[in-house]
């Protein structure tokens, strides 16, 4: 069977050019021709969301049952003319028009099944991973990470100790359908910290209507015994229509994960996560009410930690861990455990003559513990133990059209508090701190047939107190107040046969957090001894990108080039090492220089014939240190994906395929000097500066080498009843590749992991 139609434009009646059309959680998709027709051809019977979208105009969404084939006609609604239509919730990214965005559907979302969010983004050109271990990762975009990066969940921005670079973001990839990325300076829409980019991660919108549907997942992994559930219910209610609700919850449980020729002793992760919804939506206007909850334990690898300095000398760079145990799911010290809550409250109204008001409140609490192997029987007292409680309120206004013009104006204010529990019995790493934090924005967008235009401007203004004390014991008060104007300038050209020609130009700015100001001590997650300098400065940047973009039925193609300046850039520098009553760790200062980054990516996938799909991601990064003309450490590769999938024909087995995938990862060819741990131990007996003459940052280890990793995978649906279970099976590092990744923090100390078989299954009824 087969769908097909034309396009047109409600105001014009003439027929819509280059439409794109798609068969939601489906591999279908089509472009409409020059003459607004297209065709879906291998369609089985059933319902299916059909998704038609044009530039200025407002997204079709329909569900239509097809029982043979079947011909439409589309009307599709100008943008501009009748924006009180757009559902605003959950689509903000939209508004900024002139920086790309990308989206990982609820398709390969399910394919990512079981998989932290950081290795789920990671797919996307021009986004990597800061790993610590196997088990913890977190997004990096264009070589900036954690606080240089927001996550907005469910619309809410996500505040956690994000500051730490083993501290991965508190989320359940199982609740999104969808996750959208921005890889630009955003901050005039989204607050100060967004340098590096925006990720946002959507919930589904809830039912309107009565009736029951949902899913249950399960996932298992052959290399460190996972087993992942996970269970969405949801429905609405007989009589009321606009009032939905939604449960959803996972189970996630992993033992030691296992390198070619070595079990990581202690990598097993525990996870534990439930999230409630409600809401109630009519034309006019809604409010809607959620909460999730998110509770995770994850060990770190034990040679990570070591008694001395002859040890550590011994482990760092070592061919095999020091510490290598039989599998196990046992989660031992050290490890970290990590509860995250979210209450979020959202209202929205049409308001007659000026537009969409929004009007968002937030609250969020984090507790961190992480544990050490401590002495005297004290190993179940956490060596850190964080709370932090966090107020959000948003207010916005989307406006309505004033002729060929668009606003949103908005303003935000955040509110939080860190404490120490003094259970721990040291002192703490980062000292107990208030923040209030207020901005407000303007943008404004100029839009025609052939090209849009967008500015916009943002104040914010950040406190912080500080409560501390000092080395003899007396508390101290430190007051700081950052404040910054961001603005940024850009253009989007719809260029004839397809192509799209988006540039902006964009600053942006973060304040230092307080564990770049007063870090003092051990922090157990990185295996390292931090130390603060409360003399930083705010990072300013200025970031410039421009891409290429086509959607065709014969390919998709994106091409990105950016360029971004940082002034007063911070980042961890390794400078000495120290014995400590906890054992021997390298010793890290934060410091300021002024950076560049530069870099291009580029996405494409090309459909060779009804059957073969050709993708290709390209991302090339290289980032240099202006100050002391040398480069940064911790700073991304460059990398290509390359795969090929072939698409059978649907029989009794409904969208079935199978995939061949390579990563080809290379060394880090512009790394630091390398000084070894030996030799930091000889220049501290010989009282010698490392950095004399050579102002450069180093590391203990030199990059590692490059390398091809290759995958497999096979997928399909099979019918059951009115519904499909869809089967998803891969292997991971299919020639067991022996290797380490430069963005690996342990890569110090140990391999990764190696073959991995992994089967995934979904229902949904």
């Known amino acids: 069977m087969k769908l097909s139609g034309v396009i047109i434009g409600k105001d014009s009646g003439e027929t819509i050019p280059l439409a794109t059309i798609e068969i939601a959680h489906t591999q279908h998709r089509a472009v409409a021709n020059e003459k607004g027709e297209f065709e879906i051809a291998n ?30 006609q589309v009307e599709l609604v100008p943008e501009i003319t009748d924006l009180s239509e757009v559902t605003v919730e959950g689509e903000k990214a939209e508004e900024v028009a002139t920086l790309k965005q990308l989206e990982i559907k609820k398709e390969e979302l399910f394919r990512k099944s079981g998989e932290s969010l950081g290795k789920v983004l990671s797919t996307m050109s021009g986004v990597n991973m800061l790993q610590t271990g196997p088990n913890i990762a977190k997004p990096v975009i264009h070589g900036l990470h954690s606080s240089r990066i927001l996550i907005l969940n469910n619309g809410i921005r996500q505040e956690g100790q994000q500051w730490g670079q083993e501290h991965a973001p508190e989320i359940d990839p199982f609740v999104a359908t969808n996750l959208q990325l921005i890889k630009g300076a955003a901050a005039v829409k989204y607050g100060s910290d967004a340098i590096g980019g925006v990720i946002l991660v959507n919930p589904p919108d809830l039912p309107e209507t009565a009736g029951i549907s949902g899913s249950l997942n399960a996932v298992g992994n052959s290399n460190n015994g996972m087993y992942t559930g996970s269970a969405m219910v949801e429905g609405g209610v007989e009589g009321l229509n606009g009032f939905g609700w939604r449960l959803q919850g996972s189970y996630k449980k992993a033992g030691d994960s296992k390198a070619p020729n070595y079990r990581l002793t202690n990598t097993g992760t525990l996870e534990r996560n439930f999230s409630i919804g409600l809401g109630y939506h009519k034309e006019k206007g809604g409010l809607e009410l959620f909460f999730s909850s998110f509770d995770a334990e994850m060990g770190v690898l034990r040679s990570a930690h070591t008694g001395n300095l002859t040890d550590l000398e011994r482990a760092i760079g070592s061919d095999r861990p020091l510490f290598i145990s039989d599998f196990s799911y046992d989660i031992n010290n050290p ?58 309120v948003e207010l916005d206004l989307d406006m309505k059209p004033m002729g060929d013009f668009k606003g949103d104006i908005g ?73 910054n104007v961001t603005g940024s300038v850009g253009a989007v050209f719809f260029l004839p046969s397809g192509w799209n020609f988006r540039t902006n130009l964009g600053t942006a700015w973060r304040a230092p957090h307080i564990n770049e100001l007063y870090s003092g001590g051990l922090h157990h997650g990185s295996a390292a001894i931090e130390m603060g300098n409360e003399n930083l400065l705010s990072e300013k940047a200025i970031k410039w990108i421009s891409s290429f973009e086509k959607t065709s039925e014969k390919f998709d193609m994106n091409i990105a080039a950016y360029y971004n300046y940082i002034y007063d850039y911070i980042y961890l520098r390794p400078e000495n090492v120290e014995l400590t009553i906890q054992g021997a760790f390298p010793l890290l200062s934060y410091t300021q220089t002024d950076a560049s980054f530069i870099g291009f990516d580029t996405d494409l996938t090309y459909h060779l014939d009804e059957h073969f799909d050709v993708t290709g991601k390209l991302s090339l990064i290289k980032v240099e240190d202006q100050l002391n003309n040398g480069p940064l450490i911790n700073i991304p590769t460059n990398r290509l994906s390359t795969g090929i999938t072939y698409n059978f024909n649907d ?110 299954l979904n229902y949904s009824f």
């Open 335 to 392: 490890k970290q455990r990590v509860q995250h809550q979210l209450l979020k409250v959202n209202g929205h109204l049409d308001w007659k003559d000026l537009g969409e008001v929004t009007v968002q409140y937030g609250l969020q609490r984090n507790l961190r513990k992480e544990f050490d192997i401590r002495r005297g029987g004290r190993s179940t007292t956490p060596a850190l133990s964080l709370e932090l409680i966090t107020h959000t």
């Open 43 to 72: 369609l089985c019977a059933g319902s299916y969301e059909v998704l038609i979208r044009f530039v200025g105009y407002t997204p079709y969404k329909e569900t239509i049952s097809i029982t043979k084939t079947t011909k439409i």
């Open 651 to 760: 029989g009794w087995l409904k969208d079935p395929y199978i995939s061949l995938s390579a990563d080809m990862v290379d060394k880090q060819r512009n790394a630091p000097r390398v000084v070894s741990i030996s030799e930091v131990i000889e220049a501290n007996e010989t009282n010698t500066d490392l950095f004399t003459g050579n102002q450069t940052v180093f590391d203990f280890l030199a990059a590692p080498a490059g390398y091809t990793n290759f995958g497999f995978s096979v997928g399909f649906k099979v019918p059951v009843s009115a519904n499909y279970i869809a089967v998803y099976a891969s292997v991971e590092n299919m020639f067991n590749n022996s290797y380490r990744d430069y963005m690996n923090r342990l890569r110090y100390y140990s391999d990764e992991v190696g073959r991995n078989f992994s089967i995934k």
């Open 411 to 483: 303003a935000s204010f955040l509110y939080q508090g860190n404490s120490n529990d003094p259970e721990t019995g040291i002192q703490p790493l980062i000292p107990n701190f208030d923040n209030w934090t207020v901005g407000v924005h303007a943008i404004w967008r100029y839009i025609q047939n052939s090209y849009e235009l967008e500015g916009g401007v943002r104040y914010d203004f950040k406190h912080y107190l500080v409560k501390r004390f000092d080395s003899q014991n007396n508390l101290l008060k430190p007051e700081f107040d950052f404040n």
